[in-house]
């Protein structure tokens, strides 16, 4: 199974301050189709998740564009660039490329 | 407005059976790939299983392989997952999700399954 580790497990940020999370995976997310099968969702408290990035760097609709996705290969960052109150939550990636699809442990982010 | 709501969650006995439900509204459920993704209390996020559009194809976590059962019926809008031989380790808050392209663009609010004597 492909391991996807997050760093850090927590943040704690000041709001209008930027934000970063990696997610690293134990095998490429590079599909041969040109694919990159990395997703990143937010699931604040009592919610379900929600996507915010598909394929690696797209944003999903109504995401603000504050949430950006970037990286290649195995390596990847979410950044938000000014963090906002409401912005608080649990985020996380995940990989398609294989089954099992796997999840990485969450970054618990504190306004 | 894309909606997934699900049922059945319950407390079950070890060993139990439980069938989750998740209704489908707001697109063509017959035109896409259906998903389980489940949550223990406190925990991260563990995909489950996806069914194809005809239900033709069907994928597991290996540690649900021949215990739990994914199914849809899209003259329902309805996806299905039949938990049997439950154990406490699948103690937790289910979610059906609509995977177009991997990516899990939908979520229900999620079924919570307490596996309990």
């Known amino acids: 199974d492909i391991v996807v580790t997050q760093t850090p497990h927590s943040l704690s940020v000041t709001p209008g301050q930027p934000a970063s999370i990696s997610c690293k995976s134990s095998q490429s997310l590079l599909d041969s189709d040109g694919t990159t099968y990395l997703f990143w969702y937010q699931q604040k408290s009592g919610q379900s998740p929600q996507l915010l990035i598909s394929?690696?760097?797209n944003r999903f609709s109504g995401v603000p564009d504050r949430f950006s996705g970037s990286g290649s290969g195995t390596d990847f960052t979410l950044t938000i660039s000014r963090v906002e109150a409401e912005d608080a939550g649990v985020y996380y990636c995940?990989?398609?490329?294989?089954?099992?699809?796997?999840f990485g442990q969450g970054t618990k982010v504190e306004i | 407005e894309v909606q997934l709501v699900e049922s059945g969650g319950d407390l079950v006995q070890p060993g139990g059976s439980l069938r989750l439900s998740c209704t489908a509204s707001?697109?063509?459920?017959?035109?896409?790939?259906m998903t389980w993704v489940r949550q223990a209390p406190g925990k991260g996020l563990e995909w489950v299983a996806n069914i194809n559009q005809d239900g033709s194809m069907r994928q597991y976590l290996d540690s649900v392989k021949g215990r739990f059962t994914i199914s849809r019926d899209d003259a329902k809008n309805s996806l299905y997952l039949q938990m049997n031989s439950l154990r406490a380790e699948d103690t937790a808050t289910y979610y059906c999700?609509?995977?177009?392209?991997?990516?899990?663009?939908?979520w229900g609010q999620g079924a919570l399954v307490t596996v309990s004597s």
């Open positions: 995940m990989q398609g490329i294989h089954l099992p699809w796997t």
């Open positions: 394929e690696g760097s």
């Open positions: 707001g697109f063509t459920f017959g035109d896409y790939w």
């Open positions: 999700a609509r995977p177009p392209g991997r990516r899990l663009d939908y």
